[in-house]
C-alpha cells in the first residue's frame, strides 16, 4: 500500500546574487510503501500473554505474534510505539501519513529523510487491515532477583552474533521449557517466577539458539586468540627494534609491550 504526505527540509543552496551556499527550508513530497500482507499468509505462531507487575493484573497484555516468510511480526500497540518527540505515538492504518509526517525532521535533508521514512516503512506492514511491526525472533532472558529467585522474561533482542553485547549465557530458546532452566547457584535450587507466557501455536518457525551462538562466540575468540598470538610471534622474529607492537586482524587487535634483558634473557 502506498502512503503520500508533504513535508519540508532544509538544503544548502544559492539565491540570487549570491555566492555563497547557505541553509534553506523547501517543501517536499514523498511516497512510502508498506507492505500488506494476507492474514491467512500470516499465522499467528505465538499467544504472548505480558505480564505487568505494576498493576494487579497478571496478564496485561495479550499480544499475538504472527509469522511470515521467516519474519515475526506484533501488533502495533502497547509493546511496540513510536516516540515522536516526548509523546508515545501508536499507529495504525489511518493514522500512518501523520505519523510519518510527525517524524520527518524540517532541519534534515532531503535524502535523511527519504532514509528515515523508508526505515520506518520497512519496519512495518499491514495484516489483516492492522499495523503490524517486524521484530527479531524472541527469547528467553533469565535474571536473579536474588540468589533464592530467578525471573524468566521474554525479550526481543536484536542480532545475536559473535560480536553481540548480550550475555548470551542468560538467553535460551523461546521454546525451551522454563522448569529446564532452573540453575543452582551457590548450592541453592533457585525458584522461577516466570513473568511471561507463551502458548506456542507453531513451535516449528521458532529456531533462534542463543546457546549455539554463544559456543560460537567462544570458539571465534579461541582461534582469534591463536591467530593473533601466531602473528605477533612472526612480528617478534622478524624485528626486535621496538618495544611496543600491535598485530590486528579484521576483528581482533592484540597490543603488546615487551623489554629485553640482553645480559641475561627475555622477561617479558
Not at 612480528?235 to 600491535?246: P, S, T
Request: charged residues 30%; proline residues 4%.
Amino acid at each position: 500500500m502506498l502512503f503520500t504526505f508533504n513535508y519540508k527540509y532544509t538544503e544548502n543552496w544559492i539565491p540570487p546574487r549570491c555566492r555563497k551556499p547557505r541553509p534553506g527550508k523547501f517543501d517536499g513530497e514523498m511516497t512510502v510503501e508498506v507492505k500488506e500482507i494476507d492474514d491467512r499468509d500470516a499465522p499467528v505462531a505465538a499467544i504472548w500473554r505480558h505480564c505487568d507487575w505494576r498493576t494487579d493484573k497478571q496478564w496485561e497484555d495479550v499480544i499475538e505474534i504472527r509469522v511470515h516468510d521467516g519474519e515475526f511480526y506484533i501488533p502495533s500497540g502497547e509493546y511496540h510505539e513510536l516516540y515522536v518527540g516526548d509523546a508515545r505515538h501508536f499507529m495504525n492504518v489511518n493514522t500512518i501519513v501523520d505519523t510519518f509526517v510527525k517524524l520527518m525532521n524540517e532541519y534534515s535533508s532531503m535524502q535523511r529523510n527519504i532514509e528515515h521514512a523508508n526505515e520506518i516503512a520497512e519496519s512495518i506492514a499491514i495484516i489483516d487491515g492492522k499495523v503490524y511491526w517486524k521484530i527479531p525472533e524472541p527469547v528467553w532472558e533469565i535474571s536473579y532477583g536474588s540468589c533464592f529467585t530467578m525471573f524468566a522474561s521474554a525479550e526481543i533482542p536484536g542480532k545475536i552474533g559473535v560480536d553481540t553485547g548480550y550475555d548470551l549465557y542468560h538467553c535460551h530458546n523461546i521454546k525451551t521449557d522454563l522448569d529446564k532452566l532452573r540453575v543452582i547457584h551457590d548450592d541453592i535450587v533457585c525458584d522461577f517466577d516466570p513473568r511471561d507466557f507463551f502458548e506456542l501455536l507453531m513451535p516449528e518457525v521458532f529456531t533462534r539458539n542463543p546457546q549455539a551462538v554463544l559456543a560460537e562466540k567462544e570458539r571465534f575468540e579461541r582461534d582469534e586468540r591463536k591467530r593473533l598470538i601466531k602473528l605477533l610471534i612472526e612480528e617478534l622474529e622478524r624485528d626486535d627494534d621496538n618495544v611496543y607492537y600491535k598485530c590486528s586482524t579484521d576483528d581482533s587487535v592484540i597490543e603488546a609491550q615487551i623489554s629485553f634483558d640482553y645480559e641475561r634473557q627475555f622477561i617479558a
